[in-house]
């Protein structure tokens, strides 16, 4: 299974940006590039998703390498709510084989 | 406050016991997901529902059940588990089954066997 590579803890300070790495080197030219954020006693939350360009919403923005085999999520104002474990996720899509594939995430901590 | 809501919170059952788990969406998607999350270990992916037909089993033994009586509602049945068993269930729910969209989670059933 394609799987994907984060640092174990990350940490920054409240109202700077954040980039956390994720490394996917085995990415397949049809699989998703994911990220979900779950906070403690909580159920995972989408964050973003792409296939080859960067990506914006309102959570967060998503800077995809031009080979995909690394991506970066984007917190532009960390606040101490996005303390939380963050997935980098690969959707991959192989025929019938369609599901999203978890690793152990980047724990990451906010200091006031 | 969540658009997948999970119930119950927290769940203790002895090994002989039978109970269900339920998950519930009303975001109009038409996929539905259980997952496993134990401690260390990454997200399981353990059955897919897409327009209520299951579309995947990922291997789970027997002693989990799923039922999908409509693109809403699913639960998962289990009876004599084992300690083993002991995990964060989660349920979510997407547009379609696929990896193109965005999954919608739910808090989640702590369930504990002893």
């Known amino acids: 299974d394609a799987k994907t590579t984060q640092p174990n803890s990350m940490e920054s300070n409240e109202e700077e940006p954040v980039h956390l790495p994720c490394n996917h080197s085995?990415?397949?030219?049809?699989?998703?590039i994911h990220w979900y954020r779950q906070l403690p006693s909580q159920g995972p939350e989408y964050v973003i998703h792409?296939?080859?360009?960067?990506v914006n919403n309102r959570m967060a923005s998503l800077a995809i390498a031009e080979d995909r085999k690394s991506s970066t999520l984007i917190l532009h104002r960390a606040t101490l709510r996005d303390a939380a474990v963050y997935y980098c996720?690969?959707?991959?899509?192989?025929?019938?084989?369609?599901?999203?594939?978890w690793g152990l995430g980047t724990s990451l901590a906010v200091n006031p | 406050e969540t658009g997948v809501t999970q119930t119950p919170r927290h769940l203790v059952m002895g090994m002989t016991n039978k109970k269900s788990l339920k998950c519930e969406q009303h975001?109009?998607?038409?996929?539905m997901y259980w997952y496993k999350q134990s401690a260390k270990k990454p997200l399981e992916l353990m059955f897919v529902?897409?327009?209520?037909?299951?579309?995947e089993n990922n291997s789970v033994p027997s002693r989990f059940s799923p039922e999908c009586p409509n693109s809403s509602h699913l639960f998962l049945h289990l009876h004599t588990l084992q300690p083993e068993d002991s995990a964060l269930y989660l349920c979510?729910?997407?547009?379609?089954?696929?990896?193109?969209?965005?999954?919608?989670f739910g808090s989640g059933t702590r369930l504990t066997v002893v």
């Open positions: 529902y897409n327009f209520k037909e299951q579309t």
């Open positions: 792409g296939l080859t360009s960067n």
């Open positions: 979510a729910s997407s547009q379609e089954a696929g990896v193109n969209y965005g999954y919608t």
């Open positions: 975001l109009g998607h038409n996929a």
């Open positions: 996720i690969l959707g991959v899509d192989a025929g019938n084989n369609r599901k999203l594939i």
């Open positions: 085995t990415i397949s030219g049809t699989d998703y």
